[in-house]
Structure formats: C-alpha cells, structure tokens
C-alpha cells in the first residue's frame, strides 16, 4: 500500500484526474478549477443531484470490492437524475479517506466510478480528496440534461393512473442476505481455513446489490413510444416508500396487488431458503434502482405490451390510502420504512 | 434533546425544509424530489461545485457553535462559485448524523444554512439526511451562473500579469489559534469553575474564523470597473497553495512580496501574543475565502485605487518559479502546504 502522503495533495489528485477526457459537448471546464463548468443546449435544463454514502451505514467494504462501490456510488446517482427523466452527463466526486487508506485503493474505488461514466457516458468534471478520521466517505453530485416539457416529479400522480414498475424487485436485498451470510460464516472461521462463499447460481443476486445499474434504457424507450409518466422515482429504499413518496407528494392514495409484484425466481428460491417473505423483500428490501412511475389509464394497451414494464396497480383519491392487495383479496396497509435505525456504536 | 427517530425519516426532512421558498427564478423544483432543476436564461452557463466537511478534521464543534457551522459550510461553498467569477443561485445539502446528534442540532445546522442563503440570496433546493457512525458529516454542492466570457480559470495568468488579493489574510488562522488556546484552558478546568473565554477585543479574528464571508462584492466591483481577471482562485488552503495552484495551471512563476501582504493590525498583535510568524500565518493559515487574481499589468492604475484591493506581486515565466520576496530582498521558494497530516485516531 502506498501512503498518500507519499504523493502529496496536489499529487493524489493529479493522479487520480490524469488522462480525463471530456466527451459530452455540454462539459465547458471539468477537474482542476473552484467549480466545473456545464452548458446545455438552449430550452434544456438542468437536473442537480447529491448522495452522501459513509461506510458502516451504506456500504461494508467486507465484501464490497472498491471497484464495485464505486461503481455503485455513480450509478444510485446517475438513477437519481433518470428518475426526473432526464440524462445524466456529468458527474463530481468528493473523498474522505482514513490512514487506513492507500493510493491503490483509491485508484480502485475510482477506476470503479470511470468504468460506470464510460458506460452511460458521464463526464467526470470535479474530483476532490480529504483526510478522514474514520473510514470511507462518498460523496457524488450528479448533473444532468432535462427536456422541461418531460420532467417527472414525484407530485404529477392523478387518481385513476396506472402504477408500473421497471425490471423486478427484491433481488439486490437477497443479494445483501448472502453476502451478509457468507460475512459471518467468514467471520467464524478459523483464519487458515480455505474460505470459498457459495455463491455458484447466485450470481444474478450478488451482481444486483454490487453492480446495480440506472435504468436510462427505461426512459428512452417511453420517450420511443411517447409515454410521458405522470410521476417517477427510483426504488432506492423499497417498493412501499417509493410509492409512499409519491403519495404523499401528489396526495393521492396507491392500491397495488401482490400478485403483479414482479420478482425474479432467483429472488424467490433464496428467499425460501432464507425462511423470508419474498414480497416484504420486494416492498422494503431496497437498493433495486429500478423505475416506479404513474402513467394515464388510456395508456394501459400500450403500456402492457413494453418490454420489461409490469402494471402492478392504480392510484385512488387520497381518502383511500395506500394499501397491497394481497393473492387472498385482503388489504395491507403501506408503511414507510422510516427513518433507519442508528445502528450501535 | 428530540431523537430524530420520533420524527421519522419523511418527518425530519419535512421538518427542514418546510417554509423554504424559492426567490431565484432560476430554481424550477425544489427539495423533495429525487433531484433538483434549475434553469439560466439563455447564453448563461451553470457552475457547480461540491464540498465535504467532516468532524474532527475540518471543524470541532467544542468551539463551533452549529449556526455557524451550518453558515460557514454554505459560504465555503459559495466562495468556490464566486472564484469562477459566477454567482450562486442554489445549493444543496446532504448531512450525515450520529446518534447524538437530535432533532434540534439538526434545525440548528439549518438555521445556519438558510440564514447564509438568505444574505446571498441563494435557494435551498435539495436536502437530505441520513444516519453515520460516527460524528457529523456535511456535504453541499452549489450551482452557480456565470456569463461565459465572464468565467476566471486558474490557468489564464499570463507572465507580466499583476497578481491582486482582496481583504486581508492570516486572521481566520488566528482566530483558530485563540479558539484552540481556549480550547485548552476550559478542557484542564475543574468542572465546577466558571469558565468565561478570553476573547475581548479579540471579536473579530473570532469573526473570520466562524463566519467567513464569499467575497462577491469583489466580483460585482470588478465588473463594474470593467476588470476581467486573467485567473482567480478563493484562499481557503492558504495564499502559498493557491498561488501554486495558479502557477501550476496557467504553467507560470509567481514573485510576491512580503510587505505588500495585506495583515490586519489584530491578526499581527495576536501573532505577536503567540509568538507566531505573521506571514507564514497569511502564507499557510488559510481559511480567510477572500479572493486571488491575476489581471493585466495595463490595469495597475486603476486596480491600486480599488477599495479592498491590493497588489501584492506579478507573474513571471514558468522558468523563474515561484517566490516570496522578504523585507531585506531575498527570495524565498514558496511551499504547498501538501497533502493535510491526518490526524491520529
């Protein structure tokens, strides 16, 4: 491990943004200045977005490669901005590093975030570094390009619009469960035991929580077969906040089945393996960075026939509430997953 | 003290950022979205820029009050858009808490943020909070607007060029060194004496340590006067950083002399006290957020007779390097402060 010190401030950075190129038109100035520089086309406008990801709360670096979380910590925010239905273009990055820390690993986690900008075509226009005292810290704004005639807010749901989802739901949770389990079947071992995780077929589920990914193929293809959704939001939390977001920010009520929840049978098996309820994954399990949204009910036909989109349910006068139809016709109420436990020091 | 958790996630946030209004009309959505957007009339290009502050490293909340905190994190972050040339419109803000943090500190932090925004006339757009293990972090991103052939780079100084300082230097440092001293005395006191810090007469290198100030009155003066700088950067690291930052981007030498540093009668009283170097206080304290730029030598008449402005050196070619000139004419190399030490856990 290389000391960052070794290489100096001015040194780490250099590093770090060497070889940078600017693809996207609209990046004016990027690394190496007070503040980036962007410029959209005219009548375009902007998406700003910011995510702070602190180790021990949302990543365990236990099992969490830096390649992958940095991955990961570009593309929750590249999800943010395809949730307005917009493109992300251009990304910042801000560092804080613990002694504990050497070059290597931060050429990893940013190897990481230039792979995920060279896959959706994201500019990286700001990167800095700082001195932390404890672990990891990540914090990345995200910039994005936005036709004002097809913004997606979370407040546009009208009663009597479909509710639609991209994808399927509760596979990143799953995945989290093995790697939480083979973490303390590692942990139990004897250090010069040959510890192999048993993640053969499983695959699918570990590469949902790793390497999640932002769903701008979504966006483009309604914009193909001009669907302009009412409301739209990412399913970083869980499937029963989300739709609770939108409630709450359209006042309207949302009435989902169960039946029309749709869940990989990957997800399935290991939840039965697991002794856990596949749909409560779905609802609060999180982390899937798919695509909730409300569309017209004339849209219905079309909407059906799209590739990877399932109807799950409608949205209802606010007076009616929020609630799952479960497969024996019983309704339960929504709950918001609430502010996360602190976990213990 | 509330616990955060009797509020709820949707609770707190709520919470914060009710009563926000947005007074820019460049700010098209707010907080409480998965993004915000914004939107410059046509011709104008958008800066952003992002800052990390963490506990322990950039600030010490035994002698920061958490206004201030939250004031000084938003004005930072301004200073950074003002160094462009360009002018904040928003921000947003993502913090970090630890368990011991309650619902109070939190609105207090936010008093600080919003009472700075209302002084500079800068929106909130976007805020968001989430748990950590440990202390507090905060992360805030501000986006600007700048007229294009308005924008000031590190990399445009010239050789010739005059390079200027707004304000005065070294007090921030000062004012960290009084408050560290404090610090010191009140941690070896006996719990029960009362303690009353030594700090009259001494109010304003308090001042400039807990509340800096963005100087765009100085970029408004300049505009005035029809004075484009050929490079400009803030001083939050120290003069002798930044002045390699210039150096090391617009591919120049730096010459600078030692008496015509702008030190406040304070500061150099102060320095005299803790038997401290006054320069190098202005050298590599840091944190002072006034202004450094370059601008043509045509303009030295009219740039001596600005209110706030002083000359303090030229640029030279590459070759020369970059230095100090002391009081009895000899050169002094200047030093980056490198990479921060981190401090031991």
Redesign the interface.
């Known amino acids: 491990m290389t000391d960052?010190?070794t290489?100096?401030?001015?040194?780490?950075i250099d590093r770090l943004i060497q070889d940078i190129e600017l693809m996207q038109p609209s990046s004016?100035?990027g690394c190496?200045?007070?503040?980036?520089?962007?410029?959209?086309p005219?009548g375009m406008?902007?998406?700003?977005?910011?995510?702070?990801l602190?180790?021990?709360?949302?990543f365990d670096l236990t099992y969490t490669p830096l390649k992958h979380l940095g991955y990961k910590a570009a593309v929750v925010n590249f999800s943010?901005?395809v949730?307005?239905n917009?493109k992300p273009r251009?990304i910042?990055v801000?560092?804080?590093l613990?002694?504990r820390f050497g070059v290597e690993q931060v050429e990893e986690l940013y190897s990481g975030i230039r792979t995920a900008c060279a896959a959706y075509g994201v500019d990286l226009?700001?990167g800095?570094t700082?001195?932390?005292?404890?672990?990891l810290?990540i914090?990345i704004?995200?910039?994005?390009e936005?036709e004002?005639d097809r913004?997606s807010?979370?407040?546009g749901a009208k009663p009597t619009d479909l509710i639609c989802v991209s994808g399927n739901l509760g596979a990143a949770y799953m995945g989290l469960q093995l790697l939480e389990r083979e973490k303390t079947v590692f942990e139990g071992m004897e250090r010069s035991e040959d510890f192999q995780p048993a993640f053969e077929g499983k695959e699918y589920l570990i590469e949902r929580q790793l390497k999640p990914e932002a769903r701008i193929d979504i966006i483009e293809m309604l914009r193909r077969e001009q669907i302009l959704p009412t409301s739209m939001?990412?399913i970083s939390d869980g499937l029963s906040s989300e739709l609770?977001h939108i409630a709450?920010?359209s006042q309207v009520g949302v009435r989902i089945y169960e039946d029309r929840i749709p869940i990989d049978y990957q997800t399935a098996l290991m939840a039965e393996e697991f002794n856990l309820n596949v749909v409560t994954a779905a609802l609060n399990g999180g982390e899937d960075y798919e695509l909730l949204f409300t569309a017209p009910l004339a849209l219905a036909d079309k909407l059906q026939n799209l590739q990877d989109i399932h109807l799950i349910g409608h949205v209802t006068e606010a007076s009616l509430g929020c609630a799952l139809v479960t497969r024996d016709q019983k309704e339960i109420t929504l709950q918001?997953?609430?502010?996360?436990?602190?976990?213990q020091?």
Chains 1, 2 share one sequence.
């Open positions: 960052i010190a290489l100096g401030e001015f040194g780490l004016i100035l190496g200045d007070d503040a980036a520089v962007v410029s959209y005219q406008q902007t998406v700003v977005t910011t995510d702070l602190l180790e021990g709360v949302h943010d901005v949730a307005m917009a251009q910042i801000a560092i804080g613990s002694s226009v700001g800095d700082t001195a932390s005292l404890n672990g810290t914090s704004t995200c910039i994005g936005l004002p913004i807010k979370r407040s939001i990412d609770l709450h920010s918001a997953q609430g502010w996360q436990a602190y976990p020091r």
